[in-house]
């Protein structure tokens, strides 16, 4: 069956140091991988998609980046954080149509 | 682009009474239609799902009605119960450019009263 690992499952950053939050799946093969923010009480934001390794499409315009160095892992990163990168990171994955979620990173930037 | 309203945004409910949640879309491409619920602190789970060939889908106490023409599909929860407090996500998702693009509604808490 297939598992997604998402890791850490919480963070506390200072404001301008770097991030990584890494994303891998088990058990399936060329995912759609996504990555979504949630902030404090609201909904999900797309922040970037890939189809494949080393193919990312980014939805917002942010202090973000990702990248797909392998076909089933994804990392979210940026060089450096804002106050305003606050909130709940959650990686998808999908291959027809369903898409299942990791267990998410809440990140808070102090 | 896809543009998916869900309403209401809290809804507080006695325990054994249904509680309705209502979303619509605008993109009349979207084919299929997932609802997430999620718990505090927790991942979105997908708890029931429905697409676009189909009008109606239940799961026990779980019920999903897509009207396509109208472009509007609604949660049905009957005999709710605390462990049905939660966040609720509806969504419409399509094909674009080689993958699943899915919109997310912007929630509704659901607060179940003993």
């Known amino acids: 069956s297939q598992t997604i690992h998402q890791w850490p499952a919480t963070l506390v950053q200072p404001v301008g140091s770097p991030l990584s939050l890494e994303c891998t799946v088990e058990?399936?093969?060329?995912?759609?991988l996504y990555w979504y923010r949630q902030a404090a009480g609201r909904g999900l934001q797309l922040l970037f998609y890939?189809?494949?390794?080393?193919?990312i499409s980014s939805e917002v315009p942010q202090n973000l980046s990702a990248s797909r160095p392998q076909d089933r892992q994804f990392i979210l990163s940026s060089k450096k954080l804002l106050l305003s990168d606050s909130g709940f990171y959650l990686c998808a994955w999908s291959v027809v149509q369903e898409a299942f979620f990791g267990q998410g990173t809440r990140l808070t930037v102090v | 682009g896809e543009n998916v309203e869900q309403h209401p945004s809290t809804l507080s409910v006695q325990e054994g009474d249904s509680a309705v949640i209502k979303c619509t879309y605008s993109?009349?491409?979207?084919?299929?239609f997932p609802w997430y619920k999620q718990e505090l602190g927790k991942r979105p789970q997908l708890i029931i799902d429905i697409r676009s060939n189909v009008g109606e889908k239940k799961d026990q106490r779980i019920a999903v009605t897509l009207n396509k023409t109208a472009k509007h599909f609604s949660l049905h929860i009957t005999e709710t119960q605390p462990e049905d407090s939660a966040v609720y996500f509806c969504a419409a998702s399509k094909k674009s450019g080689g993958y699943q693009k899915v919109t997310f509604g912007t929630g509704t808490k659901l607060q179940v009263i003993p």
């Open positions: 058990g399936t093969s060329n995912p759609n």
């Open positions: 890939s189809v494949g390794i080393g193919q």
């Open positions: 993109d009349s491409a979207s084919n299929y």
